[in-house]
């Protein structure tokens, strides 16, 4: 079929070539996926003023580009002309790029341009653009609940308050569901899929009782819906999907990659590390038939979060650097900005503490300040990332006493609605010679494990318990607390022992194996062989982080010396030392304190 046009097309292909750039790298460039990019170059879809100005600006065409491009609203007539046995001409009209039906309509045509500038601003970042233009597409398109949907659906995959339900969100996508409710067609179908998806999300953000939207829509409630809209994705694309998710469907993408995305997040809390990873790795693959911008970036953070909490560093080393050619592809702040968190993320595992100090108490405040001050984004995804690396770092070089001196305290505080915080604000008091308060943190921390889901959150939050019972237990005198609270999480962190490891945030830090927290575990319950047994799993994770190798061998040797065996006293000795070099050559100092004392302490454990 050979098709006749404006010229842009065209053009822009020879403009593109010219430039050696592929269809895909073009497609990143703008913001489109790579099958949009190809059928406005053959003329099977008319650009729209935004997407040409965007490629004329990429390729340097000096307006060329948006010349060929007719004004909003004009009608051009395509004509097409088929080869073969009685072959004729056929007139097609089209208005701002839609198919020749009720889309065609200036409501429809309004609509479809608020929206690809909602995607534009979301895209490089503006997150207060995109929201503005998102509610006025909704607002453009009262009476069409399909297109109501999907302004409902971009405004949905905005960032919330981390741990907060975001009530408005729940409420616009419930009613955009119910509007739907008599549609059976396959668009309507498409879309409610989606809708579903992003309200299981949103109902799962809370993190404590304290943060619920009620019973019967909580996070547990959440993690079921986006297990039910899981199982019906497969029926809903048929039995031919594997062939439509390889043409260019672009709502089969959609819907396929979304959903992925949405209920991953919805499920993270409820299912094991590994089947999140075999999850993630669906989305990534899903995502790269799509060659969409924003999915692909979804994807891979997704993945390198997963691989992260599996253990598989080496792998998440891989993803990050796709993930770094995508931050530089897109140029958005946002996208940029966790790049950089996944690398400090990665420095404070690797040791490497200048660099990860330079980002988070200087860096970090150049794209978070702007970020905050236009509320492009919520400001407490920004802060309390940036205070979990801060914490953390501060841990590592054994500077906790300077959480107390300044105002990451109170931040810490003021997000005691995460149990993490809470538990981190115990470890901070015993570190820092603060034995009893934290012992007291620590008993009003353990009584709500109960209420912890099963994954997720929960598992960072217990190894954080678990440091703390091994400080208490390595100082003494609080066997009645260990006693009290050992128990319970050793069963609520057994399910995770093997070879994670616990990542806090999405992401922020990774906090250690889950193996060697489950071995202090059972050290400090007077287990010191199913401590070794527990340390010996730990080492694999372990091994791509010197820091976490010499907190390993102060571990073991603690428990070599409870078991007593035969020549284990000098095998402790010898882990002390090693673990000690590692802390002088890492700068850290509290750790090192630690190791130093049980060298010149024989009987000590």
């Known amino acids: 079929m050979i098709i006749e046009h404006d010229g842009f097309g065209a053009e822009l292909r020879r403009r593109r070539i010219a430039a050696g750039l592929s269809l895909s790298e073009l497609a990143g460039k703008v913001y489109c996926s790579r099958s949009f990019l190809s059928r ?3 003329g ?8 040409a100005q965007l490629c004329d600006e990429v390729l340097r065409a000096k307006g060329a580009l948006v010349g060929l491009v007719p004004p909003p609203g004009s009608e051009t007539v395509l004509r097409v002309a088929r080869k073969g046995p009685g072959a004729r001409a056929v007139d097609l009209v089209k208005s701002g790029g839609g198919e020749a039906r009720s889309e065609s309509a200036p409501e429809r045509a309004e609509f479809r341009r608020l929206l690809r500038r909602g995607d534009l601003s979301h895209a490089a970042g503006e997150m207060r653009d995109a929201e503005r233009y998102y509610t006025a597409a909704f607002r453009s398109a009262v009476g069409e609940p399909r297109a109501q949907a999907e302004a409902v659906i971009r405004m949905a995959r905005r960032w919330s308050d981390p741990g907060q339900v975001d009530r408005e969100l729940l409420q616009s996508i419930r009613g955009c569901l119910t ?3 008599g549609d059976e067609s396959i668009e309507a179908a498409g879309l409610k899929l989606r809708l579903q998806a992003h309200l299981a999300k949103k109902m799962s953000m809370a993190v404590s009782q304290d943060t619920v939207v009620g019973a019967a829509a909580g996070p547990g409630e959440g993690a079921r819906l986006a297990e039910e809209t899981l199982r019906r994705l497969p029926g809903l694309l048929g039995e031919d999907s594997a062939r439509r998710l390889t043409g260019d469907n672009d709502s089969d993408y959609d819907t396929h990659c979304e959903v992925l995305i949405e209920c991953r997040w919805a499920r993270y809390d409820f299912m094991p590390a590994p089947d999140a990873l075999l999850l993630s790795e669906q989305l990534r693959d899903a995502a790269a038939r799509h060659d969409s911008p924003y999915f692909r970036g979804e994807a891979l953070m997704a993945l390198a979060i997963d691989q992260l909490r599996n253990g598989k560093i080496f792998s998440a080393l891989a993803t990050a650097n796709q993930y770094r050619k995508h931050a530089a592809d897109t140029h958005s702040t946002l996208v940029v900005w966790q790049q950089r968190t996944l690398d400090a993320l990665l420095d404070l595992w690797h040791g490497r503490f200048d660099a990860a100090a330079d980002w988070v108490f200087r860096e970090s405040l150049e794209f978070t300040e702007p970020l905050s001050a236009d509320f492009a984004v919520p400001a407490d995804n920004l802060r309390q990332t940036r205070l979990g690396q801060a914490y953390w770092l501060l841990r590592q070089q054994g ?5 107390f001196t300044s105002d990451l305290a109170g931040d810490v505080e003021r997000h005691a609605y995460f149990p993490i915080w809470r538990a981190g604000l115990a470890l901070a008091l015993c570190e820092t010679g603060q034995y009893a308060e934290g012992a007291d943190l620590l008993l009003g921390c353990a009584a709500d494990v109960e209420l912890f889901p099963p994954s997720g959150w929960a598992v960072p939050t217990l190894v954080i318990l678990a440091e703390i019972c091994a400080v208490l237990d390595l100082e003494g005198g609080f066997e009645a607390e260990l006693a009290q609270v050992v128990p319970a999480l050793r069963t609520h962190l057994a399910p995770h022992d ?3 490891i616990a990542l806090a945030g999405w992401p922020t ?8 927290a489950c071995g202090l575990l059972a050290l400090a319950a007077g287990e010191p062989e199913t401590a070794l047994e527990h340390f010996r799993q730990a080492e694999v994770p372990a091994r791509s982080s010197q820091p976490e190798l010499a907190r390993l061998r102060l ?5 070599l010396r409870r078991a007593a065996a035969p020549g284990s006293g000098q095998h402790a000795d010898r882990l002390l030392r090693e673990a000690l070099r590692g802390a002088e050559a890492y700068g850290m100092s509290w750790f090192g304190g630690q190791s130093q004392a049980l060298l010149d302490d024989p009987g000590r454990s």
Do not use: Y
């Open 40 to 42: 406005v170059e053959n």
């Open 44 to 51: 099977r879809r008319r650009a729209s003023p935004e997407l």
């Open 179 to 181: 509007a739907l409710k």
């Open 399 to 403: 500077r906790l006493a300077e959480l």
């Open 498 to 500: 093997g070879e994670q």
């Open 509 to 516: 830090v990774l906090l250690g194996p889950t193996a060697r």
């Open 555 to 559: 571990a073991r040797a603690r428990a």
